[in-house]
């Protein structure tokens, strides 16, 4: 293929920062959905979407009769999510929009679609960006109690393991108990007791009453009479009134590579979320690990043409003077005058799930994934002061924390300071933070 070598746009040398301040943007936030499986995570995102307008009732309706052809009219709602996570992998045209919606002071993104079957590591990639998450518990009779013992406490621990702080608790399905106060209680109080014990802090949890189906809650009032208990605020109020985190504007660039595609701009066009630092049009990027250069041509952000962007914000950039097979998913685009390093061994403090010891390992860094091993496991450290308590432990027993040295089979960018989730056998081991 040829590579797209026409002459650049000249740079603006815009002052970013200042730029930034000076527009008025609107906060930008990203969230993860999580919880058990058919909790009601994409039939609510669906419903979200649809009330706020982001999709329309004919799209709606639409699939609601492809649903009940085969007899599922009850996962309409839910295919507005997946049905856009199926156009994305076809890779031809891509459609961020739907995956984004907007209050008057904050642009959301929601972070992969739920019901994506491969749904562990995706979350972890969504988590490693992600300024809250939104756990969906299931209120029914039974799902609750069995939905604690399940992926309820992975998908915590996970989330909180990857920086997460922020947690909003959507009660979901209340209509299946017919809007019970009582039961609403019981699983605030479970929930928060346990939420507690994963290292949430109690000011940053918040529960709402909610049928994702119905849309109660989520965007307007619930009008059911029995739901009347609940004054406080909707799923939506929420999430608009949750501060993100601080964006590392003043770090060098780093952006992590989510989709890579083709369009009429530019044969290498990339989606992703810019992580630290800003970039603007004609720009010098390095790509790591292929250590690649290439050129800012244009930027969109939020669907707009853009001169500029900065951490926080998801963009599309249109690329040129590189080709497409040294840009890959996970990859990470920095600042050539200041690229993050490339290594094959990194040291990191892990938490462990399970138990550990030499082990073959799946390493998983925001979207990245690659093969790896335990090396080595130097100490056992102490959990609230971090001092070494016992020096090269033969195993590290789950709810350990360890520092160990972990090997991968090929060199991949990383620095201190990242998260990263380490799983084997399907199954999450430890997370913790790069040394
Ligand atoms: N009664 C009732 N049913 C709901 C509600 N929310 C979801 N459901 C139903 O629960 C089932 C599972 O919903 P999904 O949205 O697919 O659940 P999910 O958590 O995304 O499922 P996975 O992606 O498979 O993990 C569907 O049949 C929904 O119609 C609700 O608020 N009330």
Same mark, same amino acid.
């Given at each position: 293929? /040829?590579?797209?070598?026409?002459?650049?746009?000249?740079?603006? =040398?815009?002052?970013?920062?200042?730029?930034?301040?000076?527009?008025?943007?609107?906060?930008?936030?990203?969230?993860?959905?999580?919880?058990?499986?058919?909790? #009601?995570?994409?039939?609510?995102?669906?419903?979200?979407?649809? %009330?706020?307008?982001?999709?329309?009732?004919?799209?709606?309706?639409?699939?609601?009769?492809?649903?009940?052809?085969?007899?599922?009219?009850?996962?309409?709602?839910?295919?507005?999510? %997946?049905?856009?996570?199926?156009?994305?992998?076809?890779?031809?045209?891509?459609?961020?929009?739907?995956?984004?919606?907007?209050?008057?002071?904050?642009?959301?993104?929601?972070?992969?679609?739920?019901? @994506?079957?491969?749904?562990?590591?995706?979350?972890?990639? #969504?988590?490693?960006?992600?300024?809250?998450?939104?756990?969906?518990?299931?209120?029914?009779?039974?799902?609750?109690?069995?939905?604690?013992?399940?992926?309820?406490?992975? !998908?915590?621990?996970?989330?909180?393991?990857?920086?997460?702080?922020? $947690?909003?608790?959507?009660?979901?399905?209340?209509?299946?108990?017919?809007?019970?106060?009582?039961?609403?209680?019981?699983?605030?109080?479970?929930?928060?007791?346990?939420?507690?014990?994963?290292?949430?802090?109690?000011? =940053?949890?918040?529960?709402?009453?909610?049928?994702?189906?119905?849309?109660?809650?989520?965007?307007?009032?619930?009008?059911?009479?029995?739901?009347?208990?609940?004054?406080?605020?909707? &799923?939506?109020?929420?999430?608009?009134?949750?501060?993100?985190?601080?964006?590392?504007?003043? /770090?060098?660039?780093?952006?992590?590579?989510?989709?890579?595609?083709?369009?009429?701009?530019?044969?290498?066009?990339?989606?992703?979320? *810019? %992580?630290?630092?800003?970039?603007?049009?004609?720009?010098?990027?390095?790509?790591?690990?292929? #250590?690649? /250069?290439?050129?800012?041509?244009?930027?969109?952000? %939020?669907?707009?043409?853009?001169?500029?962007?900065?951490?926080?914000?998801?963009?599309?950039? @249109?690329?040129?003077?590189?080709?497409? *097979? !040294?840009?890959? $998913?996970?990859?990470?685009?920095?600042?050539?005058?200041?690229?993050?390093?490339?290594?094959?061994?990194? *040291?990191?403090?892990?938490?462990?799930?399970?138990?550990?010891?030499?082990?073959?390992?799946?390493? !998983?860094?925001?979207? &990245? @994934?690659?093969?790896?091993?335990?090396?080595?496991?130097?100490?056992?450290?102490?959990?609230?002061?971090?001092?070494?308590?016992?020096? /090269?432990?033969?195993?590290?027993?789950?709810?350990?924390?360890?520092?160990?040295?972990?090997?991968?089979?090929?060199? $991949?960018?990383?620095?201190? #300071?990242?998260?990263?989730?380490?799983?084997?056998?399907?199954?999450?081991?430890?997370?913790?933070?790069?040394?």
């Amino acid at each position: 293929m /040829k590579i797209d070598d026409a002459p650049l746009p000249k740079s603006r =040398n815009l002052d970013v920062l200042s730029e930034f301040e000076k527009s008025k943007n609107k906060n930008n936030a990203s969230f993860v959905v999580v919880g058990h499986v058919d909790a #009601g995570k994409s039939t609510m995102m669906g419903r979200l979407l649809l %009330d706020l307008k982001v999709v329309d009732q004919r799209t709606v309706d639409k699939l609601r009769r492809e649903a009940e052809i085969i007899g599922k009219s009850s996962f309409a709602l839910a295919w507005v999510l %997946d049905q856009q996570s199926e156009e994305r992998s076809r890779g031809v045209t891509i459609d961020i929009a739907t995956n984004r919606f907007e209050t008057d002071r904050t642009v959301f993104t929601i972070l992969d679609a739920p019901g @994506h079957k491969d749904f562990i590591p995706n979350m972890i990639a #969504g988590a490693s960006q992600a300024d809250f998450a939104v756990l969906v518990i299931d209120a029914s009779i039974g799902a609750f109690e069995s939905g604690l013992k399940g992926q309820t406490r992975e !998908h915590s621990l996970l989330i909180r393991s990857m920086g997460v702080s922020r $947690v909003i608790v959507a009660v979901n399905k209340l209509d299946t108990v017919s809007w019970s106060e009582e039961r609403f209680n019981e699983i605030k109080d479970q929930v928060s007791g346990f939420l507690s014990a994963t290292g949430f802090q109690q000011k =940053n949890v918040s529960f709402v009453p909610v049928s994702g189906l119905h849309g109660d809650n989520l965007v307007r009032r619930s009008s059911d009479a029995a739901a009347s208990w609940y004054t406080g605020p909707t &799923l939506v109020e929420e999430l608009d009134s949750s501060e993100p985190n601080a964006r590392a504007l003043e /770090k060098p660039l780093r952006m992590t590579v989510s989709e890579v595609y083709r369009t009429m701009q530019s044969p290498v066009t990339v989606f992703g979320r *810019i %992580d630290a630092g800003s970039l603007q049009m004609g720009d010098a990027l390095l790509v790591q690990p292929s #250590g690649e /250069k290439a050129y800012v041509k244009s930027i969109q952000v %939020d669907d707009e043409p853009a001169d500029w962007a900065v951490a926080g914000q998801n963009v599309v950039l @249109h690329l040129s003077h590189i080709e497409p *097979i !040294h840009v890959r $998913v996970g990859d990470i685009i920095c600042d050539p005058a200041k690229p993050i390093p490339r290594a094959d061994t990194f *040291i990191m403090k892990a938490l462990a799930f399970d138990f550990l010891m030499p082990m073959q390992v799946d390493v !998983h860094r925001g979207r &990245l @994934h690659a093969a790896g091993r335990i090396e080595a496991i130097s100490a056992v450290l102490d959990k609230v002061t971090g001092a070494v308590t016992k020096k /090269k432990p033969k195993i590290v027993k789950p709810a350990m924390v360890a520092r160990i040295v972990v090997k991968l089979e090929a060199q $991949v960018p990383l620095e201190a #300071g990242q998260r990263v989730v380490l799983r084997s056998g399907g199954q999450t081991v430890a997370a913790g933070l790069l040394e």
